[in-house]
């Protein structure tokens, strides 16, 4: 399927490479911004009433799944969460409002608060030219609530953050890290210069700063005045300062959170304070890069040993939240599955497939000859990396879920899903990871800020956002995909498709994601037909 559409095309395969090096830009140039989000012209709402009748919450708490129930949502807000009928021992009073603008009959779905997806980006020119498809794959898949890291270019990120507040766009609710020094006149090289562009930045607007591994008193300057700012953190600790500032280094210093696995790795090194690179290699050669850094696996203190479980209590300790983003760097174990998966043939653009193709151009297009050694030590890789983060999680800290798509065969709102099934192969329970996705996603994001969550749980007073799926998640993650789940039809001795989520809330404003998925197919088809791709 996927290769009729894609893989023996090669002539057009090497004209869409052409257009993508012919507009290949620096990150953050905003030249390379995708085109704004139109004016909204999806959902319903906000309504003065709105009851969403007989579902089986999970709130996301971590609490088990309960039903039936009413939640009673007036204009952007929950104001009540009420069981329909009396509940042996629970002694809540069971009336619901009559009246209501509109209902929705949940009779037999399943409600969770709409899904908080730590690593964002809008994507770019030429790969996705225009964000209005980002959107809706996010919003199709459950997303309420992203972090930007960043979505785009700053004076980007920050529009588009105003208009979805407003409503005026389809799309999730922003909150917007900046890289340091992108826009900075002149170089910085001391603490004082990297407080000094901490409070500009956070004049802009800004939520909080995504980190790379910078010198220790440059990061101790950035973390420190982003706190004293309000602002949160994340680093990616690349490869290059890692040796200087690992994730246990930027953890002590009080980084917010660490996102992939950069610098956590090096924190656990056994007879090494740096990787042992193999003569002959060349970090910007980025097969070299991705296929070495598996290969750490082997380097560390193993699971459970004292200097495990030390590193684990030490970043619990100072609140650390662990961002894997498993999905972003699964490709790497297995290239032949991720390239057919369900969904390319019918919501990944041309224009996305081809960014997607082996290249040295394109960020993470890294498999110019991926062998099977290479996919083997990725997936001790992972069982290492997994094993790391579960524990984690077992003694109390918070994992988040998030994609970082765009890469790596990667595709917006998908890969958010497969993430969460990541986290059930390393060990989470399924309510554990919804907990991941909801409340500790929000959580991370308003502790910097010193208030409450507004979102996150089926909680009354706090904003509607909301999804609405008509199968069990907790029995099976792969129903919250747009594309579902296949399940054999007993009467007709046929497969056929399950799932998919029926319905988005966002700020009580009710989007149709069926109908979201059936946009995105449209700008597929219709980038297929400009480009003169078949199937």
Do not use: C
Not at 207 to 223: R, T
Not at 354 to 371: E, L, R
Not at 392 to 418: L, P, Q, W
């Amino acid at each position: 399927m996927i290769t009729k559409y894609f893989g023996i095309h090669h002539v057009l395969i090497a004209g869409l490479l052409l257009w993508l090096s012919s507009a290949d830009l620096p990150a953050q140039d905003p030249s390379t911004d995708p085109k704004p989000a139109p004016p909204r012209a999806e959902g319903e709402g906000p309504f003065e009433r709105l009851i969403i009748r007989n579902a089986t919450v999970i709130d996301g708490t971590g609490a088990p799944a309960g039903g039936p129930m009413d939640i009673v949502i007036e204009n952007n807000r929950i104001a009540a969460v009420i069981k329909t009928k009396y509940v042996a021992g629970d002694m809540r009073p069971a009336d619901t409002p009559q009246e209501a603008s509109r209902v929705i009959d949940a009779t037999g779905m399943y409600v969770l608060p709409g899904f908080v997806d730590l690593h964002l980006h809008s994507g770019d020119i030429p790969k996705t030219p225009e964000v209005e498809y980002v959107y809706k794959l996010w919003l199709a898949h459950g997303i309420t609530t992203g972090r930007g890291v960043p979505f785009a270019s700053p004076e980007f990120s920050e529009s588009e953050k105003i208009r979805s507040a407003r409503n005026e766009i389809t799309a999730p609710r922003m909150f917007t890290y900046r890289l340091p020094f992108d826009q900075w006149e002149g170089t910085i090289e001391t603490p004082e210069q990297a407080r000094a562009w901490v409070r500009q930045a956070a004049k802009t607007g800004i939520d909080g700063l995504k980190l790379n591994a910078y010198p220790p008193d440059i990061m101790a300057a950035l973390i420190d005045e982003a706190k004293e700012n309000g602002l949160g953190t994340a680093a990616h600790l690349s490869q290059t300062g890692v040796a200087d500032m690992d994730a246990l280094d930027a953890a002590r210093l009080g980084l917010g959170t660490l996102t992939h696995f950069y610098g956590l790795f090096e924190a656990l090194y056994d007879g090494h304070s740096v990787q042992p690179w193999p003569p002959g290699y060349n970090n910007f050669d980025e097969q070299q890069r991705f296929g070495q850094v598996a290969r750490q696996w082997t380097l560390v203190h193993e699971q459970g040993s004292e200097k495990w479980n030390q590193l684990l209590h030490e970043f619990k300790s100072y609140g650390l939240v662990l961002d894997p983003t498993f999905t972003t760097y699964i490709t790497s174990r297995d290239v032949m599955r991720r390239r057919n998966m369900d969904w390319h043939e019918d919501y990944t653009l041309p224009s996305l497939w081809a960014f997607y193709q082996p290249s040295h151009d394109s960020h993470g297009s890294y498999f110019y000859d991926w062998t099977t050694w290479d996919e083997v030590a990725w997936k001790n890789f992972y069982r290492v990396w997994m094993n790391f983060v579960n524990d984690y999680k077992n003694i109390g800290g918070r994992v988040t879920v998030s994609s970082d798509a765009g890469y790596i065969y990667n595709t917006f709102g998908f890969s958010t899903i497969e993430e969460m099934e990541l986290l059930q192969e390393a060990g989470f329970h399924p309510l554990e990871i919804i907990r991941a996705a909801t409340m500790h996603g929000a959580q991370t994001l308003f502790e910097p800020k010193g208030k409450p969550i507004e979102f996150g749980v089926v909680r009354s007073g706090l904003l509607a956002d909301l999804v609405v799926v008509g199968e069990d998640p907790i029995a099976n993650l792969k129903v919250l995909y747009g594309t579902g789940a296949r399940r054999l039809n007993a009467d007709t001795g046929e497969t056929e498709p399950v799932g998919g989520i029926i319905y988005t809330i966002k700020d009580g404003i009710v989007y149709d994601a069926k109908a979201l998925l059936a946009d995105i197919a449209r700008m597929v088809a219709d980038q297929k037909a400009e480009l003169g791709i078949s199937g």
